[in-house]
């Protein structure tokens, strides 16, 4: 028997962040799930039943070679066909930037999920608000490394205009964690501004209200 | 088994044996043969009952002792029960062999892999040439009218005559795939995963057409003789090569017969200003054609063909194909090429869709090729990649063992 393809290089910090949101044997599916590292990290430290959806027929094929149950889909367009309440968890990792209709997007995966759990770059960090107070240009950091002319991240927010987003969806913040760009988190409660200054990301689980 | 013996009636205009080669295999196939005998009829979705029922298959590999590693391929409109083994009338390579064998990602070493002769086929299984018990003659237009879920009810027959209870996969492409959706459909609890590849929920307007051209081109060759060409000892042989010329250009994509023959001429420096052969694509039409009648029967490509026109999953379930999937566990690979517009993207999507809405356990793969509905028989890394992925991932969760070890 061949192996699968075994998932090399570094783990993603928001993969071990979400990865320690989900509990164990749980159904989850990972929406923009590309090479398939967060499923396959569910799957070996969580015994998770993962799916997911990916844009890249590239990155869907390669999912399936290694076994994952993916499908080439558009987080915008496809998550009207799944029934309400299908998982556990549904999962969008660095991708709600990317959507054309985030707001939609995360009331989908509310109505999916019994918990949605999103994590996003935040514009609101420090080095990204100097770039352009000093630069007067679109910012780039290693995080967002795109000009503006080919970036896919139409839109970006900070951890307070997503706080606002839930809100708006009737939803609410279960648990909240910012992380640098060592991958070391900031316990968000404190102090949003705060966090909203020093977080390079940030991973939220969110709840329907009841 | 009750078939015509070609010895017999099988006499061509000059009263002399006749030779079509596909005619033996209708009466002594190549292959085993489990008959069920009158007393146990096939119901079919028209009402009729059909017995006796022979369905002649292959099998590769080792079946191991708990029957957990047996996976089904579903074979299309003209192919046969020899995916892995040279074909016993053409002697060319099965039709998987890029796919199915040992080591191949449908690894015969692990799985103990079954095909069978689709009911209305015409090598070995019941068909419209097989003999008719009422008046011991061929069936011909006698045959009942068949659909894709009475070939898999006969499949289903042919598995429990195995003694296998669940099949590890059912595997198929372009019709096989329809059968695979049957079989979810119609066996849920004994299907632990499908692989429908090139398939469709539903035949469309555009296939029905090219059916219906195909059939009638057979139904207006006079050696056709009203289906009844058996007791002639002819076969319509120039229709049903036309009929397979226009469903072979559905089978490729433009850019594909552009690339491989574009305008180039056959043997020739210039046009012969008559209507011969000129062009490559021409003499490939004509070959294909010619080939084929060899090997296949008329009214089996009548009645195959009026199957699949007839296969509607949708309609089947209320008119919500996500109805077909209720409860499903099975683990689907949904499989479609780029340049297919036969069985386009859109058609597995639409499986997909209604797999979603169900939550079912679904992959999808779209692969790149320029080779039209062809691709899922040819040589395509990418697809056969992704078929042993799915497959060996899927053996391991099931913890399945090697062919003959403990399992």
Known sequence: ?210 | MGTFSASSEGLDRNGEPKNEPWLSEVSRPSSAIVTFPEAAPLKLESGQLLAPLSIAYQTYGTLNSAKSNAILICHALTGDQHVANAHPITGKPGWWETLVGPGKPIDTDRFFVICSNILGGCMGSTGPASLNPKTGKPYGLDFPVITIGDMVDAQVRLIDHLGIDQLFSVVGGSMGGMQVLEWVARQRARVATAIPIAAAPWHSAQNIAFHEVGRQAVMADPDWRGGNYYEFGVVPKNGLAVARMAAHITYLSEKALQGKFGRNLQDRAARSFSFDADFKIESYLRYQGSTFVDRFDANSYLYITRAMDYFDLENAHGGKLANAFVGSETQFCVVSFTSDWLYPTRDSKAIVKALNAVAANVSFVEIESDKGHDAFLLEEPEFHATVRGFLSAAAAKRGLHLAGRAS
Request: hydrophobic fraction near 45%; aromatic fraction near 6%; charged fraction near 25%.
């Open chain 1, 1 to 210: 028997m061949q192996k699968a393809v075994p998932f090399t290089g570094q783990q993603r910090a928001d993969h071990l962040l979400i990865a320690e949101m989900v509990a164990p044997g749980s159904r989850v599916l990972d929406v923009g799930c590309g090479d398939g590292a967060l499923l396959q990290l569910l799957a070996e430290t969580k015994g998770v039943d993962g799916r997911g959806v990916e844009l890249s027929r590239e990155k869907v094929n390669l999912c399936v070679k290694r076994g994952l149950s993916v499908i080439q889909g558009d987080a915008d367009r496809d998550l009207a066909d799944y029934p309400d309440r299908a998982f556990d968890y549904a999962v969008l990792s660095l991708t709600i930037q990317a959507t054309r209709d985030p707001k939609t997007v995360l009331a989908n995966l509310l109505r999916i999920g019994e918990r949605a759990i999103v994590s996003f770059p935040n514009f609101g960090h420090w080095l990204i608000r100097a770039q352009l107070l000093f630069t007067g240009r679109m910012p780039m950091t290693p995080n967002l490394p795109e000009p503006w002319y080919t970036t896919a991240d139409a839109h970006l927010c900070t951890i307070k205009d997503f706080v606002d987003l839930v809100a708006l969806v009737d939803a609410e913040v279960e648990e909240a964690v910012a992380f640098n760009a060592k991958g070391q988190r900031l316990p968000i409660r404190r102090s949003l501004s705060l966090q909203n200054l020093l977080g390079e990301k940030a991973v939220f689980k969110l709840k329907r209200r009841a």
